[in-house]
């Protein structure tokens, strides 16, 4: 069965920290996307990949970058984390636009 | 965002009455699309409810239905007798169809009650 993971599930960061947030797919799934949620909004595209080394921008990419080594991992790293990126963060993989599969999300809490 | 609309907040229905949960895209903004509604139930993850690829189709899924009409650029939900278990978070979210980036609407609360 298709599997995302995520870690960590819930992070309390400093303002002005680094802060890393990790996914890993088991689906062989080419195309990657890290979403944030926050309340009363729907998932909103921070930085997708198409494979191995690849990142791209999404809709909402300022403040972020993403990293992906290979085609199982995909992270999100904010350098210098803000209170406004205060969210919980989900990752999903899929292939072209076909169904994506998401992982149980992050809560990310920047004091 | 703007580019995907579809009925706020929280609806509640009795148990065996029927449902419609509205969403409508800008054509615009996402040519072509995908679309998927999406579910979250209470206590697990994000997950597939149905999709349709192409336009006038109509997929479906325990028990909902929804027909991509390309005339009105609309998805809307539906399901004729609805249930306890189907009270849950509902996404709209059309995507393109190379990349699959997907746009999500606000989502849409179903509570059901007996």
């Known amino acids: 069965e298709a599997a995302v993971t995520q870690s960590p599930r819930n992070k309390v960061a400093v303002t002005g920290g680094k802060v890393t947030l990790s996914c890993n797919q088991t689906?062989?799934?080419?195309?990657m996307y890290w979403y944030r949620q926050d309340t009363g909004h729907g998932l909103r595209l921070i930085h997708y990949s198409y494979g191995a080394g690849s990142t791209e921008k999404g809709d909402i990419p300022d403040g972020y970058k993403a990293s992906r080594p290979s085609q199982e991992n995909f992270s999100l790293i904010l350098e210098l984390a803000t209170p406004s990126q205060t969210s919980v963060y989900f990752c999903?993989?899929?292939?072209?636009?076909?169904?994506?599969?998401f992982g149980p999300g992050t809560r990310l809490t920047v004091l | 965002g703007d580019s995907v609309t579809q009925t706020e907040g929280q609806v509640t229905v009795s148990e065996s009455k029927s449902l419609i949960i509205n969403c409508t895209y800008s054509?615009?903004?996402?040519?072509?699309?995908?679309l998927f509604w999406y579910v979250r139930y209470p206590g697990e993850g994000l997950q597939l409810l149905l999709k349709?690829?192409?336009?006038?189709q109509k997929g479906s899924s325990r028990g909902f239905e929804a027909t991509y009409n390309k005339e009105t650029t609309s998805f809307h939900l539906q399901k004729a007798s609805v249930q306890e278990s189907d009270s849950a978070v509902y996404y709209c979210?059309?995507?393109?169809?190379?990349?699959?980036?997907?746009?999500f609407g606000s989502g849409t609360r179903l509570q059901v009650y007996a």
């Open positions: 689906n062989n799934h080419n195309n």
């Open positions: 979210a059309p995507g393109t169809q190379v990349v699959g980036q997907l746009t």
């Open positions: 999903a993989s899929g292939d072209g636009g076909r169904e994506q599969y």
């Open positions: 349709v690829i192409t336009a006038g």
């Open positions: 054509a615009t903004s996402i040519a072509y699309p995908n």
